[in-house]
Nanobody, 117 residues
């Protein structure tokens, strides 16, 4: 049962912008919060941006000031606007609950972002 569908990735040059989209099932979208995670080969899947009900947004230091997370309740979709992309932003991006304890191994297919320098 697919509950998360990420899209919008691609191959771009450093300094460019991309906007990722995540269509989420209702039970996930209406939870306490959602986040975007990034994974590169050989490393853990790290939270880079989160939007939490009553707590606003949170960003990893590496993306602060460049990435913006937002949500559209009517579409049950979470977005990640990525500006001033750097080569180190390269990875597969996934969306999911912001609280890892709720994830329980259920992930979407992710969307690949590749930034060439």
């Amino acid at each position: 049962q697919v509950q998360l569908v990420e899209s919008g990735g691609g191959l771009v040059q450093a300094g460019s912008s991309l906007t990722l989209s995540c269509a989420a099932a209702k039970n996930i979208f209406t939870s306490t919060g959602m986040g975007w995670y990034r994974q590169v080969p050989g490393k853990t899947r790290d939270l880079v941006a989160a939007i939490r009900r009553g707590a606003g947004t949170h960003y990893a230091d590496s993306v602060k000031g460049r990435f913006t997370i937002s949500a559209d309740s009517a579409k049950m979709t979470v977005y990640l606007r990525m500006d001033s992309l750097k080569s180190e932003d390269t990875g597969v991006y996934y969306c999911n609950y912001a609280d890892r304890r709720l994830i329980q191994g259920n992930w979407g297919q992710g969307t690949q972002v590749t930034v060439s320098s």
